[in-house]
């Protein structure tokens, strides 16, 4: 250690080291570092005290205030929650109708449909609503087992098809494998191709062999026209739309041994609301029906 | 304080500039452009524009809350960022194109750090008077009247600090909102930390840092000496005219002595503190302080002007030499056409073009269409057969109340449109009422009937127009997918 001394050169003092002769200029860090760095010291100490911090092997140091990203995050979460539950509250009070008909509300139910509809039904009816021929319906055409109105949608959605609850949409269609010839399956299929109004066939159909047996076996359901029923799920033989293909075989195969779907009852598992944005969202995916202008022309 | 001990004197280089005001041609071009600059920065964040609707009335204002930048007539959304590199490449060549022709104009006249630190530099001297008396008054120190003139010029600087932060806010949420929220704490924490923000960056920077910003923090001094070249015009001392400096008196007396008379005056101007008699250096910016300073000496002297001007080096050179003029290395005479000023020229009025013609042509509506690939198509009951696509409009404002649909590419189709909760039956015509500045998700489905039915992919158009004039706004093309046919 030398004595503290100005070097005559740079005018600055030097640190009063010095190694074989060589001194040190002292070049200080600014005060505004230095206020900077205490300053941050000062911070880290108070964020140490207030604020999880020092790791303990599997946990930190709990902190004075308590504070945990997970605590705030629950927070936040049951925010979200209750205003959720506000926005419930409103849409359970309301009519299906009203709710289409508002413009706020719709769009919220739109958007809670289209999520509720990601997480418990597109699984099966595919996510554009699609449905698959063979297994489940398409909900984006016009044809409708149940009927296609806002209320009939919800009502397919809460208590669900051939489930085991009491209120479940229900109905059997026989298997006349156990009953009929092939041959008078066969001569079915025909009848029911038939009806379509598009079929070459169309004008001769209460000529067909077939005939007699759909009128005593299947008009009570599907009725003369094979038009359907809502009320009895009994599908419209007469359009373009086939939920078991519409090939010639596939119908011999429905009539023979029919499959039929079975849906949840959603009721039990979501809230009103919920149920509710679903019908609203299903309905404006395309296929929905409207008024009953609309339902009465398709019967 | 023991950890300290930094004394000015003791960084070589960090001097204090006490800055001597001046008047002269240039003062007052720095001036005008100083006052033009405060009058439109202050004054167009109040500018009302009429916009129909609930949409904001600030003439110019970039909604982040919107997404949407308001320019006057012009509304800009997200999708026309495209612009804003139009604007920034604009700005580059601008800087660039100038700067071939006269140096750092920019950084001398029209940088906010140089027009800010002007006026700082303005209520400085109003409140501690013009350099001798700042300096005589910082070695007197602390004294009570020393004190007071300190605390009202901080104060005044704070205060426009805080009107240029409200303001400069005030252009992203709202100029009213911004004033009227801030003051009252009732705006939200983002608007009033930002307002603070820019508040403390305007007073440390102009009011404190002031020419270290230039000296030490820009980037553009860094390149630009990188852009001059022999023609372009820079703040230049002619030292062939001014050398060797010398009292007057010595040269009235016949003396060998130049025109520069060594009064210091263009040093104790400089905002940067540069002595341009050592030539060309990263501290000028260009401002021309020292050559009014030195045209009013010249004047009193009665010798020419000019002994610091606008000059470019080869004008200077050929003046020092009395040659002919500067030669390239291979004897020719130089070229005085500058290949870099035509060229940013030219890419100067390129990208000024296509930003006006981007934003001429572009069209008061945007269309995106994205069609539902699950499944790619529905057959209806009649046999019928449905696409959905999922389109998204955005209307920039041009005054549209609805918007009619129709499809070219594929035979009777019928468009019905459908979303958020509405019901078909509302919604079963191709018109969909559009109120102005608003952009709108739909689900739309087209529907062809069963014998007008493509086999696969078929191309279409989705054409939007104008429900009442019939104008068409815009389309998008897709593609209509039908079921292959069976052999
Ligand atoms: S050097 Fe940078 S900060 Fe200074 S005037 Fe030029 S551009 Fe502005
Ligand atoms: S040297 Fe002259 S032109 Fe350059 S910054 Fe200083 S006063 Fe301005």
Redesign the interface.
């Known amino acids: 250690m030398g004595k503290i001394e100005k070097d005559p050169i740079t005018g600055q003092y030097t640190t009063g080291h010095q190694w074989n002769g060589i001194r040190e200029l002292r070049t200080p860090v600014p005060t505004w570092w230095m206020l900077v760095w205490i300053a941050s010291i000062a911070f880290a100490v108070v964020y140490a005290v207030l604020l999880p911090s020092i790791p303990l092997g599997n946990k930190t140091t709990a902190g004075a205030t308590g504070f945990t990203a997970r605590l705030s995050l629950e927070a936040q979460l049951a925010e979200v929650r209750a205003e959720r539950e506000a926005e419930g509250a409103v849409l359970a009070d309301l009519e299906l109708a009203e709710i289409a008909a508002h413009p706020e509300l719709s769009v919220l139910a739109f958007n809670g449909g289209r999520s509720a509809f990601a997480v418990n039904c597109i699984q099966c009816h595919g996510a554009g609503g699609g449905g698959q021929v063979g297994q489940f319906p398409s909900l984006i055409d016009d044809d409708w087992l149940w009927g296609g109105q806002l209320e009939e949608i919800w009502y397919s959605i809460n208590h669900g098809i051939r489930n085991e609850t009491l209120d479940a949409r229900f109905n059997l269609m026989p298997a006349y494998g156990d009953w009929m010839s092939d041959e008078e399956i066969a001569d079915l299929a025909d009848v029911v191709l038939a009806l379509n109004p598009a079929s070459p066939d169309h004008g001769g159909v209460s000529q067909m062999p077939g005939w007699e047996n759909y009128d005593l076996n299947c008009t009570a359901c599907h009725g003369a026209a094979g038009l359907g029923n809502h009320d009895l799920g009994a599908p419209n033989l007469s359009d373009a739309v086939w939920l078991y293909g519409g090939a010639r075989d596939e119908i011999i195969a429905q009539i023979a041994y029919p499959r039929m779907g079975v849906m949840p009852a959603f009721g039990e598992r979501l809230d009103e609301a919920t149920i509710k944005m679903l019908a609203i969202y299903v309905h404006s995916l395309g296929g929905g029906e409207g008024g009953d202008e609309e339902t009465a022309s398709a019967q | ?1 023991s ?4 004394q000015a ?2 960084f ?1 280089g960090v001097k204090k500039v006490f800055q001597k005001s001046v008047s002269g041609r240039f003062r007052t071009i720095k001036s005008a452009v100083l006052l033009a600059m405060f009058i439109g920065f202050y004054g167009l964040a109040w500018l009302p524009w009429d916009r129909a609707g609930a949409t904001p009335n600030q003439a110019f204002l970039m909604s982040f809350s919107e997404g949407k930048f308001y320019a006057g007539p012009l509304t800009f959304w997200p999708q026309d960022l495209f612009l804003l590199t139009l604007v920034l490449l604009f700005s580059s060549f601008a800087l660039f194109f100038t700067n071939t022709i006269v140096g750092r104009v920019w950084c001398g006249f029209s940088c906010p750090q140089t027009l800010w630190t002007d006026a700082f530099q303005m209520v400085e001297r109003l409140f501690e008077g013009d350099r001798n008396e700042q300096i005589k008054r910082a070695k007197e120190g602390n004294t009570p009247d020393n004190i007071a003139r300190k605390i009202a010029k901080h104060f005044v600087w704070f205060l426009i600090a805080y009107v240029t932060g409200l303001t400069l806010i005030g252009y992203f949420a709202g100029t009213a909102h911004t004033f009227i929220g801030v003051t009252t704490l009732s705006a939200s924490t983002t608007v009033c930390v930002m307002v603070l923000v820019f508040t403390a960056l305007t007073y440390l920077l102009a009011g404190h840092a002031r020419e270290k910003v230039c000296l030490y923090m820009c980037p553009w001094p860094r390149f630009q000496s990188a852009m001059l070249d022999p023609d372009t015009k820079i703040v230049t001392y002619h030292a062939w005219r001014g050398e060797p400096r010398g009292k007057a008196k010595k040269k009235a007396a016949g003396g060998e002595v130049g025109d520069c008379v060594d009064c210091s005056l263009c040093v104790n101007v400089c905002p940067t503190g540069v002595d341009i008699r050592n030539g060309l250096q990263l501290g000028c910016i260009g401002c021309g302080l020292c050559a009014d300073a030195c045209d009013s000496i010249m004047t009193k002297l009665q010798r020419p002007t000019g002994l610091i001007n606008f000059a470019s080096l080869a004008q200077t050179h050929d003046e020092a030499h009395l040659t002919a003029p500067l030669q390239n290395a291979g004897g020719k005479q130089r070229k005085t056409t500058k290949v870099r000023f035509y060229g940013y020229g030219v890419m100067l009025s390129l990208v000024a073009a296509a930003m006006v013609f981007t934003i001429v042509t572009r069209t008061g509506f945007d269309v995106a269409v994205t069609p ?4 790619p198509f ?6 019928s057969i ?1 696409n ?1 696509y999922n389109i998204r409009l955005s209307d920039r404002g041009d005054d549209v109340p609805s918007v009619l649909f129709t499809v070219e590419g594929v035979n009777n189709p019928i468009i ?1 449109i ?9 919604a079963e015509t191709p018109t969909i009422d559009f109120t102005s500045f608003t952009a709108a998700a739909l ?1 739309v ?1 087209i529907t062809v009937p ?1 014998q007008d039915r493509p086999s696969g992919q078929e191309p279409i158009m989705i054409r939007l127009s104008n429900a009442q004039t019939g104008e068409v706004m815009t389309e998008a093309s897709t593609y209509f997918w039908g079921p292959e046919n069976r052999p």
């Open positions: 304080m950890v300290v001990g930094y004197d003791e070589p539902e690939r699950n499944p529905v057959t209806l009951s009649d046999g449905r959905i019905t459908s979303h958020a909760g509405s019901t078909l039956a509302e689900r489905l069963a």
